[in-house]
């Protein structure tokens, strides 16, 4: 059984979140979605203030001086600080997968000097890169052939490893101070055993940030193209210590996704309600048409549809099982309804939603841009299929 209802501590967090968010993010979150300038502009305070509150570190595990919090406690947090606006609550949670990863995957050395330095300071960032100008889908349902997927090389000289070539798309690499960077090891493997995971600190020779790239929404997710030409990586960085893959990346990622879809409809949702309630033609409250009725109810029953579906699955994650068709089933589920949500929110608005001046385009060009992380719509269909036909063959269907 799953239980939905929240523990005394949780309640304790999800205010903690919803109030820091008030007052920290909403204030700043309109003025961020203009910027004409995303590192000048980036909101370090914020992130710091945040960070005195623990909340920058909730990936940690407790040996390390994190909350050690399971995957619901993060569905959470994240859900109200991506109430208010997905882009700062991206750059408040963004490193808990990394930290998560390095603490299951590190060598007790990576974990007590890249973990310790993470804790440690307040503007502290960690990004993940694997994507690259050709191979996007590719990293997520490799054909796997040596020719296709990661080409970024890193080649063993000595005590270090010399890396070469290009990533781009990038999650905070901009203002990150160490990347996790996926490259082939062995080009004579296909790409499930040639990879190997590299923890690069942003200070490295021969690594660069090439250019911040841009987006519709979610603008403060800054994305980044980076260049390694005989990037020095020394060998103690290789993450687990051996050539291969490192492990299976769990469900961090898309949890957190998940969650920041789901608090970014839940807005929508509320914005439609309100302006629904105050807009009057006909006579009356437009929300009394039944049209307009309907349309709220529909986002309603979508959104929670999301929640549930991803309770369920932070519930099973949190319980070690690993169900990767329902944490795709999820993924997809959820960024889809964000859109769903906040496209019809701005249906309610009239042709007010589309003016800037208003919150509902705003989820709109967000939540666009949500469909894009991690696998594509299209690739996690796929894979949910390739499961399901392995359980078939297995005799265990819907088990
Ligand atoms: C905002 C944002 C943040 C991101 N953050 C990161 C990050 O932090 N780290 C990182 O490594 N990457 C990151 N990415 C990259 C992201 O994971 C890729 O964009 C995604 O995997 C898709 O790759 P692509 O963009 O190259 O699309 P493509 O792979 O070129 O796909 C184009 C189209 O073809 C379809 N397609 C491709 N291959 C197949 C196939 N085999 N079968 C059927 N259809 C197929 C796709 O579904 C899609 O519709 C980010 C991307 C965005 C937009």
Redesign the pocket.
């Known amino acids: 059984m799953i239980d939905f209802d929240l523990t005394d501590e949780q309640k304790a967090l999800q205010k903690m979140a919803r109030d820091f968010a008030e007052r920290e993010i909403r204030p700043i979150a309109e003025k961020l979605d203009r910027s004409q300038n995303l590192l000048q502009d980036f909101p370090w305070d914020m992130l710091k203030k945040a960070s005195k509150l623990g909340l920058r570190t909730v990936g940690l595990p407790k040996e390390y001086g994190g909350p050690g919090f399971d995957f619901r406690t993060w569905v959470v947090i994240i859900d109200e600080l991506a109430y208010c606006d997905i882009s700062c609550s991206k750059i408040i949670t963004q490193s808990w997968r990394g930290a998560h990863r390095i603490a299951h995957q590190g060598t007790k050395e990576q974990k007590d000097r890249f973990l310790s330095a993470f804790r440690d300071d307040d503007t502290y960032l960690l990004?993940?890169?694997?994507?690259e100008p050709n191979a996007?889908?590719?990293?997520?349902?490799p054909y796997d052939v040596p020719e296709a997927g990661i080409m970024l090389t890193a080649k063993r000289e000595g005590n270090y490893y010399a890396l070469n070539g290009r990533?781009h798309?990038?999650?905070m690499a901009p203002v990150a101070k160490l990347v996790t960077v996926t490259a082939r090891t062995d080009k004579t493997l296909p790409p499930s055993k040639g990879c190997s995971a590299f923890l690069v600190p942003k200070d490295t020779p021969g690594f660069r940030i090439a250019s911040i790239q841009d987006?519709v929404g979610?603008r403060f997710?800054v994305?980044g193209e980076l260049d390694f030409d005989n990037a020095k990586v020394p060998v103690e960085n290789l993450l687990g210590g051996k050539e291969g893959p490192a492990g299976p990346e769990g469900p961090a990622g898309r949890i957190e996704l998940c969650a920041q879809s789901m608090g970014l409809a839940r807005a929508a949702l509320d914005a439609a309600i309100k302006y629904a309630n105050e807009r009057i033609q006909g006579g009356r409250p437009i929300i009394q048409h039944q049209a307009v009725a309907m349309m709220l109810a529909e986002m309603y029953q979508t959104l929670q549809a999301g929640r549930s579906l991803l309770w369920r699955m932070a519930s099973t994650a949190d319980m070690g099982q690993d169900d990767h068709a329902l944490l795709l089933a999820t993924k997809s589920f959820c960024t889809e309804a964000a859109l769903k949500i906040s496209l019809t929110a701005m249906e309610v608005f009239g042709g007010s939603g589309v003016m800037r001046e208003m919150p509902v385009q705003k989820y709109v060009r967000d939540a666009m841009?949500l469909q894009?992380?991690?696998?594509?719509?299209?690739?996690s269909r796929?894979k949910i299929g390739q499961v399901l036909e392995s359980r078939l063959k297995e005799g265990r269907l819907s088990r």
């Open positions: 990004s993940g890169a694997r994507t996007g889908s590719d990293t997520h349902l990533k798309f990038i999650s987006k979610y997710d994305q841009v894009h992380l991690e696998d594509t719509q299209q690739i796929i």
